[in-house]
């Protein structure tokens, strides 16, 4: 049993810790973006109910935009990867340039279309003072778009070289001067004015604007990034290649849109339950976000592995790598899968202490564990298929199992079967679960189209 259990390892044993050294800064960057929310979330929490739950509105709104700019700005790293696997240092400082071009244009766009949503909040079945409270909060969320999707196309591109560590540092940076900044504004420190929610809003926003500015100095003077500055600055803006990035950028941007819309389809149905159920689920969706990092992580160090695995022809370590990638998913999201449902009454009184909240948290947690290693395979097999500039069939994938099959099924199981809050849940444990075993089958029958093309 041993020898067979070492004979299947052995393709993927040289792949696991240069792959987890690779994903871990990743990680701790993207854990950046997510604390944020968490820290909004933790601190405004202790203000109220009403106020956690405008919170999660605003933000169950914004993240719909937000991750379609994530999106799209992930569309550099697999198109960085494929030259920089191939040699082509040259290529690699010109889609660094098109994509700044490209994303910053889409994020302007979208900046606008985003602001006029706002006049739509108060129409969507919330209650009056989570709306009011919501509305502003979300205008200044919005006006750091822009910014932020300048310091994602950076972060994109020096990830597709594989230096990971610059975002990494850069991120943890802007995230401890939004915590100073949220305990200054939000509980009126050191002389300034008590704002609140208004507080968590303009920390992020001033957090958001200092991370591209600190990615563009390093870029700037940094040697290690000097050849690529030299192309970024010779070359020149081409809209031919502007669109190839935003056609592969983005269905990335949907899939994920899809998935947060599905989300925050959920958040405003716990609305429809109750305030407190709104604010459970914000709580779940903090403390899933903290394991779900570690899976985006790895899902990002795939897209980076087997983009540049493809690009020198090395179809073994394309599969091998992936795969690699895979079981580690599968090992920590089964240890936090387990420790969801033991810690179920502990973790969510670090966010509220509400008896109402709590009762509903500790039971979605339950559910969410379960969630778990499904969620984590999901995001796995999209950054693998990301890797092989495969966007638009995952895409289709995504859309079906959870706009056709989780949001109904979550519809049905809280309102029809009156599983409440749970229900809801249960509707994305099972949209997940259908859609990592497709994706795994995409994988499979697109490896064999291209390995033998």
């Known amino acids: 049993m041993k020898n067979k259990i070492e004979s299947f390892l052995e393709p993927y044993k040289p792949h696991y810790l240069p792959n987890l050294k690779l994903a871990l800064p990743v990680v701790l960057s993207q854990a950046g973006q997510m604390v944020v929310n968490l820290v909004d979330t933790l601190m405004v929490g202790q203000l109220g109910s009403t106020e956690l739950a405008a919170v999660s509105f605003a933000n169950s709104i914004f993240i719909v935009g937000f991750v379609l700019i994530i999106g799209l700005s992930i569309a550099v790293t697999p198109l960085v990867g494929k030259t920089h696997g191939s040699g082509n240092s040259h290529k690699t400082g010109f889609w660094l340039k098109q994509g700044i071009v ?28 989570v709306v009011a409270m919501a509305i502003p909060f979300y205008l200044v969320i919005v006006s750091s778009i822009f910014p932020i999707s300048i310091f994602f196309v950076f972060k994109q591109f020096a990830e597709g070289i594989s230096n990971t560590r610059i975002a990494m540092v850069i991120t943890l940076a802007a995230n ?38 600190i990615f563009i100095i390093v870029f700037a003077y940094l040697p290690f990034f000097k050849s690529y500055k030299k192309v970024y600055l010779s070359t020149k803006v081409e809209m031919k290649k502007v669109w190839e990035l935003i056609k592969i950028g983005f269905p990335i941007g949907g ?55 493809r690009g020198a022809g090395d179809w073994f370590n394309v599969k091998a790598s992936a ?29 509220s202490d509400e008896f109402e909240v709590l009762l509903v948290a500790s039971q979605l947690m339950v559910v969410a564990g ?41 519809y049905i199981c809280a309102f029809q079967f009156n599983m409440g809050p749970s229900g809801i849940w249960v509707g994305y444990l099972s949209g997940l679960a259908i859609a990592s075993i497709w994706l795994r089958y995409r994988f499979k029958g697109l490896y064999k189209k291209l390995i033998y093309n």
Do not use: C
């Open 102 to 129: 490209g994303v910053g244009m889409f994020a302007v766009a979208q900046t606008i279309l985003m602001l006029l949503v706002s006049l739509l909040m108060p129409f969507m079945g919330q209650e009056p003072e």
């Open 370 to 410: 379960i969630f778990q290693v499904f969620d984590g395979l999901q995001i796995a097999w999209l950054g693998i298929l990301r890797g092989l500039e495969d966007v638009k069939a995952p895409t289709i994938i995504t859309f079906v199992t959870w706009i056709l099959m989780a949001l109904p099924i979550s």
């Open 176 to 213: 401890a001067i939004n915590i100073i900044l949220n305990y200054i504004l939000i509980y009126g420190k050191l002389g300034a004015p008590e704002m609140g929610v208004m507080g968590a809003g303009w920390a992020t926003f001033i957090s958001r604007i200092l991370m591209p500015l």
């Open 323 to 351: 795969y690699a990638i895979v079981h580690k998913v599968i090992v920590f999201m089964t240890f936090t899968a387990i420790a969801f449902i033991l810690a179920r009454n502990v973790l969510p009184r670090i966010f």
């Open 255 to 309: 899939q994920m849109v899809i998935e947060v819309f599905a989300f925050s389809m959920g958040a405003i149905m716990m609305g429809w339950i109750s305030k407190e159920a709104m604010a459970a689920h914000q709580v779940v969706i903090a403390i899933a976000s903290v394991t779900y990092m570690m899976s985006s992580g790895l899902a990002s160090a795939a897209t980076i592995k087997v983009s540049t695995y």
